[in-house]
């Protein structure tokens, strides 16, 4: 299905609240709507299919003694956080708790296994931060939607679904205008319960799983 854009999405809003020669909300408050409503759809997808539909990739290369790193301008959630081992594969990092932050600064820990991280306002702290240079890391991260400003930006179509950003942006108007929202309300349910059960598994192949976090260290003897 095609991407709609922000113009689209405002005329097909406008239309289900019977607001087409209306002007009692504006485009700008409109839109507004409309980007508040894309967070909620965005937010409700990632609860039941996962972070990574809408994964992205930081690169870092790390500093020998430097413990921050700048996390993306988009960040809005951590998925996964590894570093390049000496085998050439990806080691995932577990976040270590403020209680342990000086626990593997001593020399006694310089594995890869040993590395932990943890983020810290717009940082991404790594410790032990020493026998680093030039290691390669990357934050697996959930970004922020970008916003939709202009008339021609675009929202990614997802199967019909951004008919839930119309519906809701609809009830916000009348909402606004004080009218009764029953109808369209009943008709966001009725696509949500739809929605719910579509996202419940996007890898029908391979249903999520428990993982044994364990193996991570029982089996992790990667040296700096």
């Known amino acids: 299905m095609a991407s709609p854009t922000l113009l689209q999405l405002r005329t097909r ?3 289900r609240a019977n ?11 409109l839109s507004r709507y409309i980007n508040y409503s894309i967070n909620d759809l965005r937010d409700k997808m990632i609860i039941k299919t996962g972070e990574e539909y809408f994964a992205d990739i ?10 921050e790193y700048t996390l993306p301008t988009d960040f809005y959630k951590i998925i996964s956080v590894q570093v390049l081992a000496d085998d050439q594969l990806w080691f995932p990092l577990k976040r270590f708790e403020y209680a342990e932050q ?7 820990y310089s594995r890869v296994a040993d590395l932990r991280y943890r983020i810290r306002g717009d940082k991404l702290i790594i410790n032990p931060s ?16 970008p916003e939709l400003v202009n008339d021609n930006d675009t929202l990614q179509g997802f199967n019909g679904w951004d008919e839930y950003v119309v519906l809701l942006s609809a009830i916000k108007c009348l909402q606004k205008e004080e009218q009764d929202v029953s109808a369209l309300y009943a008709e966001l349910q009725k696509l949500d319960a ?25 089996g992790a003897m990667y040296y700096l």
């Open 194 to 218: 739809r929605m719910d059960k579509m996202m419940d598994n996007r890898d029908h192949s391979s249903p999520a799983r428990v993982y044994d976090s364990s193996r991570m260290s029982r």
């Open 58 to 67: 930081e690169a870092y290369t790390l500093v020998d003694g430097q413990e």
């Open 102 to 108: 000086n626990e593997y600064a001593r020399p006694l």
């Open 19 to 29: 607001m087409e020669n209306s002007t009692f909300v504006s485009d700008s408050e």
């Open 13 to 15: 809003t406008r239309e």
């Open 130 to 145: 020493t026998n680093l240079a030039r290691r390669n890391l990357r934050l697996i991260y959930v970004p922020i939607p």
